[in-house]
Antibody, heavy 122, light 107 residues
Framework: QVQLQESGPGLVKPSETLSLTCTVS??????????WSWIRQPPGKGLEWIAFINHSGGTNYNLSLKSRLTMSLDTSKSQFSLKLTSVTSADTAVYYC??????????????WGQGTLVTVSS | DIQMTQSPSSLSASIGDRVSITCRASQSITNFLNWYQQKPGKAPNLLIY???SLQSGVPSRFSGSGSGTDFTLTISSLQPEDFATYYC?????????FGPGTRVDTK
């Protein structure tokens, strides 16, 4: 059974960098079928797709965040990471990592971490 | 970006009711449409992908239909564990946008 677990600071100051890591167990981040994804959800609001990274480090970012965003993959640790720079209160959200699967051309998020709340505040 | 809308934004229903939620895309996405269920404090859970394909382990009372711009998620007989918020997501292009959600609560 694939499991994902987010980790990182729960509080970040405005203008600083938000850094999160997702650890994957029960599956390989090196598989060509999967795209390792980040999604966020501001308190009481809907879901926003942030980005994904594939097995070879290729990335696809939400253009609204692209200038502040970096994703990376560490296959030796079975982890992938998110860095979001110059954060503001608008970046306060529950951040989820998820496994994106491509099957017969269709993409869907089939395994999710439990989510971690990141609050941007001084 | 492709914009996704859902209707209604919320609905009240009783156990055993047939419930339908609509999702509309701002342009054709053929059948690149997923549905997720989210319960309070929990991560979303994939129900349907490719508009009508049931994810493994999801009860058969859930079904999806539609193509192009208009899609429907149907719960044939609402169960107590189905009270939740439901989101559609297009997977046709980046960014993989979600709808705003439909909350299903008890009447």
């Amino acid at each position: 059974q694939v499991q994902l677990q987010e980790s990182g600071p729960g509080l970040v100051k405005p203008s600083e960098t938000l850094s999160l890591t997702c650890t994957v167990s029960g599956g390989s981040v090196s598989s060509e079928s999967y795209y390792w994804s980040w999604i966020r959800q501001p308190p009481g609001k809907g879901l926003e797709w942030i980005a994904f990274i594939n097995h070879s480090g290729g990335t696809n970012y939400n253009l609204s965040l692209k200038s502040r965003l970096t994703m990376s993959l560490d296959t030796s640790k079975s982890q992938f990471s998110l860095k979001l720079t110059s954060v503001t209160s608008a970046d306060t959200a529950v951040y989820y990592c998820a496994r994106g699967t491509f099957s017969s051309g269709f993409f869907y998020l089939d395994y999710w971490g439990q989510g971690t709340l990141v609050t941007v505040s001084s | 970006d492709i914009q996704m809308t859902q209707s209604p934004s919320s609905l009240s229903a009783s156990i055993g009711d047939r419930v339908s939620i609509t999702c509309r895309a701002s342009q054709s996405i053929t059948n690149f449409l997923n549905w997720y269920q989210q319960k309070p404090g929990k991560a979303p859970n994939l129900l349907i992908y490719a508009a009508s394909s049931l994810q493994s382990g999801v009860p058969s009372r859930f079904s999806g239909s539609g193509s192009g711009t208009d899609f429907t998620l149907t719960i044939s007989s609402l169960q107590p564990e189905d009270f939740a918020t439901y989101y559609c997501q297009q997977s046709y292009s980046t960014p993989r946008t979600f709808g705003p959600g439909t909350r299903v609560d008890t009447k």
